[in-house]
Each structure stands twice: as C-alpha cells, then as structure tokens.
C-alpha cells in the first residue's frame, strides 16, 4: 500500500469540502479511499437506490413476504464495494485521460499517488468483497451478479467508441432494480423490467448533467458523451428521459397494487427531477454537479414511496 510519507495532491474538485474521508483517513489510505471514491458517497448511493426501490416494491407486490431489511444492507455494502471497483476500473482505463481534464487530473493514478498495478490489486480486493456478499443470495442473483460485470467491464470503453456512454451506465447503475427482486422472488414480473428501464433512463439523464462539467475538456480529448450529443438540447433531452423513468417508475406501482398514497409522494421525487432541469445552468460553476447530487434524494423519495405506502 502507498507509503505515508509520499506526498498527497489536494482532492479533486467534486468531492465535498470537509468530508469524513479528507479528514479522518489515514496516509496510506486516502489515495484507494479516493481512486474508489469514498470520499464522493453519492455514487454508492445511486449505485443501492435501484436495489433499494425494487425490493420495496416486493414488499408492496407480495405483503405477505415483508420487507428483507438484511438484504437492503448486504446490498448497500455491496454497492459501496461494486462502485468503489467500477471507479477503481475505470481510472485504471482513463488514467492518460483524466491527466488532461482539469476535474480529473488529481486523481490518484494521474496525479501518481497511486500506481496501475496497485490500483489493479485494490480493484481484486473490492470485487473479492463484493462475491462474498453476492454468495449469500440465491442463484438466480448470483447469475444476475455476475453477468452485471461484463457491464462493469465495458463501461469505461464505450466514451470512446460511442456518443452514447450514459446509457451504457445506466445498464450498469440500474442493474440492482432486477438483483432486488429477483433476490426476494423467483417469479417472473414486468414489474422490475420497468423499475430497470426507469432507474436506465434516469441515469442517462443524471450523467448528462454531470458530463455537462466536462464538455469542454471532453472535446478538446475527443471523449464522447451524451452532454455532447444534445449539446444546446441538454435540458430538453433530459427532461424526456426524467419524464419516461417517472412513468416506468409510475406503472411499475400501480401494477404492484400501490395506491393514492403513493402516487402523492411521487410528487416529490418529480419535483426534485423538475427543479433539476429548471434550474440547470452551465455556465455557472458548480451549478450542474449541485442538480447531479440532488439525484440521491430522487432515489430515497422514489424507496420512501413505496415503502409509506406498504406501511399504509
């Protein structure tokens, strides 16, 4: 592992000033607590939050089962390790590139905090905990687990041979919406193919908007991106994507047997959603990855749903 006495680069840019890990962690450990972004929780949150809904909306198709609250924890813990591998993945790929975006270039690889072949080793032991979670679930997840790597492996591929790597992403990201219920029930559903195609066209969207802070950069390196794509269109084109995940999400519901209850608290994570797209604004800095954040609680407010209205 990295020596204490080798110097540290400051943080990078979107990590949160003053988090826990900045402060707390120890020399040897900040540079792997930052190449997994420990230090930026709001990915391992977005990572659960498809886990989260679909296996409260289980609960709320078979009431009789409950809700599985050890498996909402194994699967938290599985995200924050999944995700930490996935980043770890893909700084290994991106390293000669995040070296010449001003955002990335103080990543522990770039900034030579931290070596490939370390890097690589630190990606073995995050996968290695995220199989032995895996293990404890059924067979039928553990095939779904571990078909979602090739996802994982090809993700951070396809910014160069694609316009379209956010929806490469959201295929990955989203994948917890079909582990959740198929975790908790063998049955075959539309239910979760829904709360997948939902959870997909949200993180298109999110990603958009996070891509938007690099579009400049991206440009200049030719990495291709979504943000890209729709260019001046941005805000329109995620405000359609936001607009047909609310629906899967909607229809997964009231196929589920959800009620009023339900669809009044969906008026909170729409709102969230709007006020996103309202609010965007490029030129301001910090604007866009502000509204990207705000997504974790898009995520908690779709789960709180469900679950109020299970226990309603």
Do not use: H
């Amino acid at each position: 592992m990295q020596s204490p006495q080798t110097p540290m680069q400051p943080g990078v840019p979107d990590a949160p000033k003053g988090n826990l890990i900045d402060a707390w962690a120890p020399a040897w450990l900040l540079p792997y607590a930052r190449l997994a972004r420990w230090d930026r929780p709001i990915g391992y949150w977005l990572l659960f939050w498809p886990c989260a809904f679909s296996l409260a909306m289980v609960a709320l198709a078979f009431p009789q089962q409950g809700i599985n609250w050890l498996s909402a924890v194994l699967m938290f813990v599985g995200a924050i390790a999944m995700r930490g591998a996935g980043c770890t993945l893909n700084d290994i790929v991106d390293a000669d590139i995040d070296a010449k975006v001003e955002r990335t270039r103080n990543r522990p690889i770039p900034a030579g905090a931290v070596s490939r072949k370390r890097a690589a080793v630190f990606l073995g032991l995050q996968l290695l905990v995220g199989f032995v979670i895996l293990i404890s679930f059924n067979l039928i997840t553990i095939l779904l687990g571990a078909a979602s790597l090739v996802l994982v492996a090809i993700y951070p591929f396809m910014k160069r041979i694609t316009w379209w790597p956010q929806f490469f992403l959201g295929l990955a990201f989203s994948w917890g919406a079909l582990v959740g219920w198929f975790s908790q029930s063998p049955a075959f559903s539309i239910v979760p193919l829904l709360l997948y195609a939902g959870s997909i066209l949200w993180v298109i969207g999110y990603d958009t908007i996070y891509a938007l802070q690099d579009i400049d950069d991206d440009a200049l390196v030719g990495v291709k991106s979504t943000a890209r794509l729709f260019g001046d269109n941005s805000r329109t084109m995620v405000t359609i994507f936001y607009f047909a995940a609310m629906l899967c999400w909607l229809a997964a519901g009231f196929i589920s047997g959800a009620g009023s209850v339900f669809l009044a608290l969906m008026l909170i994570p729409a709102a969230l959603l709007g006020w996103q797209v309202v609010t965007l604004d490029v030129a301001k800095p910090g604007n866009s990855l502000i509204r990207f954040r705000s997504n974790g609680w898009v995520g908690f407010a779709f789960t709180a749903a469900i679950l109020v209205d299970f226990l309603l």
